[in-house]
T-cell receptor, first 113, second 114 residues
């Protein structure tokens, strides 16, 4: 079945540091890939997505490229801020009329001033 | 403003009691979902509904029940058969279930057992 694997956390960075959060997936066909973010005590918000190979999703300075050859969708940001502290989830949605989201376990990012 | 509301924010359940979590959306979305979030385990799908009066079991449906009598509403009942109900419950909706659609999430309900 479909699965998403995220790097182990938590991750702690200083403000303005470079961020990479790894995400790899297993799926049949050509899934869509998503990054969601969850701030403390809240629901999830879509951060970015990509629906086909080589697409790059971007939002709020975050980027991720859909790499089919390595089945990866790594999240990057050039300079993190304290306000980026949150839990980040990678997810995939298989193609088809009855598709569902499959989530990774999430990783907690803490950014210190 | 369009969005998803969940109530209550906190809910306490006694042993042997059924409790119902509310989820309402005004986004005119056809599809709605319920997830359970436990620390370190990501989100797991409980039930989903693609259209009014229809719903399907997700990966962990045992001990839960749902209804979808109106497009805007998708309440979740945690029954006494659910032996470990303490978790954060998230409701979501999307335009459809074609695979590329974004799911929009509510703020969640935290269920605690007394």
């Amino acid at each position: 079945g479909d699965s998403v694997t995220q790097m182990e956390g938590p991750v702690t960075l200083s403000e303005e540091a470079f961020l990479t959060i790894n995400c790899t997936y297993t799926a049949t066909g050509y899934p869509s890939l998503f990054w969601y973010v969850q701030y403390p005590g809240e629901g999830l918000q879509l951060l970015l997505k990509a629906t086909k190979a080589d697409d790059k999703g971007s939002n709020k300075g975050f980027e991720a490229t859909y790499r089919k050859e390595t089945t990866s969708f790594h999240l990057e940001k050039g300079s993190v801020q304290v306000s980026d502290s949150a839990v980040y989830f990678c997810a995939l949605s298989s193609t088809g009329a009855n598709s569902k989201l499959t989530f990774g376990k999430g990783i907690t990012l803490s950014v210190r001033p | 403003d369009g969005g998803i509301t969940q109530s209550p924010k906190y809910l306490f359940r006694k042993e042997g009691q059924n409790v119902t979590l509310s989820c309402e959306q005004n986004l005119n979305h056809d599809a709605m979902y319920w997830y359970r979030q436990d620390p370190g385990q990501g989100l797991r799908l409980i039930y989903y509904s693609q259209i009014v009066n229809d719903f399907q079991k997700g990966d962990i449906a045992e001990g839960y029940s749902v209804s979808r009598e109106k497009k805007e509403s998708f309440p979740l009942t945690v029954t006494s058969a659910q032996k470990n109900p303490t978790a954060f419950y998230l409701c979501a909706s999307s335009i459809g279930t074609g695979g590329t659609e974004t799911q929009y999430f509510g703020p969640g309900t935290r269920l605690l057992v007394l």
